[in-house]
């Protein structure tokens, strides 16, 4: 990742934009495949666990303790990706509000 920042910088100092935004759209889709393999990561660990619980029929600390880690970092995942689809689309949500007052008046 340091190679493609270095690279960015550069292309942009050179003014090289389509290289710059094709490294952007680069970096973009490692960020996202990042985070998909740590979801991934969280939800094998918590199956794991549930299906150990489900053969033993028995439950430890560790497992609970392990599921409820799991849970709690794919929430995380999730709601920070909705935080930002809701941040970026409230700008347009207001604009159809007002033009909608605006017909209706």
Not at 63 to 72: E, H, K, M, P, T
């Amino acid at each position: 990742m340091i190679q493609e920042l270095e690279d960015l910088k550069n292309s942009i100092l050179e003014q090289r934009y389509e290289d710059a935004l094709t490294l952007i759209y680069e970096l973009d889709g490692m960020s996202r495949q990042t985070k998909i393999n740590a979801i991934e990561s969280f939800v094998i660990r918590m199956l794991i666990h549930l299906i150990k619980n489900q053969l033993e029929q028995r439950l430890t600390n560790s497992w609970a303790a392990s599921i409820r880690g799991s849970l709690i970092e794919i929430k995380k995942s999730i709601f920070k990706k909705i935080k930002i689809l809701l941040y970026k689309t409230r700008p347009v949500a207001r604009d159809i509000r007002r033009s909608h007052r605006s017909c209706n008046s």
